[in-house]
Structure formats: structure tokens, C-alpha cells
């Protein structure tokens, strides 16, 4: 741990290429089941029509032409740094695995690729797919991520996410027998959901073989259903400070082991309506340092890791 507080991504990433390396954020062009009628239509409550991917390339343009875009604006500052395409928009296992193979293999043979991240969804992982992502998984550095945000059945109704938590822990076993290293989205502070019932969700998704984490508050994005909730039924968000103790104690009960992909989003500044103070992504950042330094609290503290 370069911080001697969490195992971060770049941790890890340095030890494995020993380099800068950084994530493209694509748009493949993919829809979602849980937009186009095969499970949903609205989508999942908190998601745009951006598809949870509001800083990926534009999808008018190929794989290519927006990861040129993107390097050319890299470049200057890295010239040494490699890159992961990162296919970030909607579902990106959501299509035949011609079409997939030719998308991903647009983005491989990229000068200076050294890795595929996938965001999909474990209703979208059937066993042809499966097997296409075993085989990038041998030959390249591949990642795959699923948002499951949280394990309760409440709140996956609430939030219309469309599969039960049956389905995403199969997904898991499949992934872990193929040995596909796979990284899992929680939403902390979702509407009537306690500490414990956070505790619950983190405990069910460590012990299931996953190789990084994502966490992060939930944000209420204009032009989302949930906006609508909030509005006519506001409900409480946590303060940046409490926040970043909330954060900080989950670390500690997190295995050492487990890669923090994030701790905390971006939010997209036009449409983020609460809360604003994730706009200040250094702020909270440090503040989670500086509290965890003062608690005397790392990763895996409560668990009997470090
Ligand atoms: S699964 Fe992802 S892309 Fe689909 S509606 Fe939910 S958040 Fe949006």
C-alpha cells in the first residue's frame, strides 16, 4: 500500500506494469436490458440516459477515434503511460460475440494498450460470453465490473436494478472458475438503508472472490427518476464529513487484498442536484487520508488484515 491506508488501483497497477497506466473511458455504442424492454425500461432509478458513463467518449464516434481523443489529450502530460480501455457505457457484454470481439479487438491493437475493463451486468454473462471473456482473459489484463450497488431486496426493487442477488452470485462463480479478476459497484447512503444494512451488502460482496471494489455515494442526477423521488420525497444525504467516516470505517473491514478502484465518483457538475460536495473529489479524498491517519484506521483493520 503506497499510502499505508488502502490497496489503491494505481498501487496495484504500478506493481503489475510498473508504469503510469490509465483507463480510456469508452462508449462501445451498447444499450442495457434494463433499457430497452428486456427486463426494463426506464432503467435503473438513479441512471441517466447517459447509461452511468457520463465521461466515456462520445458513442458517434469509432473505438479508435476516441481513444486517439483521449491519448491526445493524455500524452503531453504521461508520455510514458500505457492505457486500459475501459468499456465503460451501459452494458458491455450486451451484444453477439461477433460484435464484441471486434470492439474489443479495436481496442487492443492500440499502440500501448495493455488491458480491457468491462462494465456489464451478471444477467448479461451467459456461457458464449463467458467464454469470450476467458479468452481475453489469457491474453491480455482483463477486468470485468458489475454494479450491484447493494444486496437487499428492497433497495434493488426500489432502484429497479432487474435481477435478484441469485444471479449476480452465480455470475461471480462463473467468473471466479474462469479466474477473471472482477470488480463490484456499491451505492452507500441509498434511500432507508442503515449502517448495517451497508455493513451487509460489503461483507456479501468481499466474500465473493472479487478482485477490486468500487464504492461510492449516491448521487442525484437531474433527468433521473430519482431526482423526481427526491424531490417529491427528500430523503437524507450525508454530510462530505460523514461521509468520509463512513468510508474510512468500511476500509477497515475490507481484506487488505481487495483493490479500491474508488472511494468516491466525479459527478457530473451540470446535472449533479445533491450532494454538491462530491464535486470536491480532492477534498473528500483527503479527508478520508487524513481521518483514517488520525483514527489510526487502514484497510482490513477490523478483519484482522494490514
Ligand atoms: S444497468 Fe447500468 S446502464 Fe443499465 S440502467 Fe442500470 S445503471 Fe443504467
New binding site residues.
Given amino acids: 500500500m503506497q499510502n499505508n491506508l488502502f490497496y489503491s488501483l494505481n498501487d496495484e497497477l504500478k506493481k503489475k506494469f510498473g508504469t503510469k497506466i490509465i483507463k480510456l473511458s469508452l462508449d462501445g455504442g451498447f444499450t442495457?436490458?434494463?433499457?430497452d424492454g428486456k427486463c426494463?425500461m426506464r432503467?435503473?432509478i438513479?441512471?441517466s440516459e447517459m447509461?452511468?458513463g457520463e465521461y466515456a467518449g462520445s458513442r458517434k464516434l469509432s473505438i479508435h477515434q476516441q481513444m486517439c481523443e483521449q491519448i491526445a489529450l493524455l500524452r503531453p502530460k504521461w508520455p510514458k503511460a500505457k492505457y486500459i480501455a475501459y468499456f465503460q457505457?451501459?452494458?458491455n457484454t450486451y451484444a453477439s460475440v461477433q460484435t464484441l470481439r471486434e470492439l474489443y479487438e479495436e481496442a487492443l491493437r492500440f499502440e500501448d494498450v495493455v488491458g480491457l475493463a468491462i462494465a456489464t451486468?451478471p444477467d448479461c454473462l451467459d456461457n458464449e460470453i463467458l467464454c469470450l471473456l476467458e479468452e481475453y482473459n489469457r491474453k491480455t489484463f482483463l477486468w470485468v465490473e458489475l454494479?450491484l450497488q447493494s444486496i437487499h431486496k428492497r433497495t434493488a426493487e426500489f432502484i429497479r436494478?432487474?435481477y435478484e442477488l441469485p444471479v449476480f452470485d452465480e455470475a461471480m462463480q462463473a467468473l471466479n472458475q474462469r479466474q477473471i479478476r472482477t470488480v463490484v459497484h456499491l451505492i452507500l447512503n441509498l434511500p432507508n438503508e442503515s449502517l448495517e444494512d451497508m455493513e451487509a451488502s460489503l461483507r456479501h460482496v468481499c466474500n465473493s472472490g472479487i478482485w477490486g471494489i468500487k464504492l461510492q455515494m449516491l448521487n442525484v442526477l437531474r433527468h433521473t427518476d430519482l431526482a423526481i423521488y427526491y424531490e417529491k420525497k427528500p430523503f437524507y444525504l450525508r454530510s462530505a464529513e460523514e461521509y468520509i467516516v463512513l468510508i474510512s470505517y468500511l476500509l477497515t473491514q475490507i481484506p487488505a487484498h481487495i483493490v479500491i478502484h474508488r472511494l468516491t465518483g466525479d459527478g457530473d457538475k451540470k446535472d449533479l442536484i445533491a450532494p454538491r460536495w462530491i464535486l470536491n473529489k480532492r477534498y473528500v479524498l483527503n479527508g478520508i487520508q487524513r481521518y483514517m491517519r488520525e483514527q489510526g484506521l487502514y484497510q482490513g483493520k477490523c478483519i484482522g488484515g494490514g
Wanted: charged share 15%; net charge positive; with cysteine.
Fill in positions: 442495457c436490458p434494463n433499457r426494463g432503467g435503473c438513479f441512471c447509461g452511468a457505457n451501459f452494458t451486468r454494479g436494478r432487474g
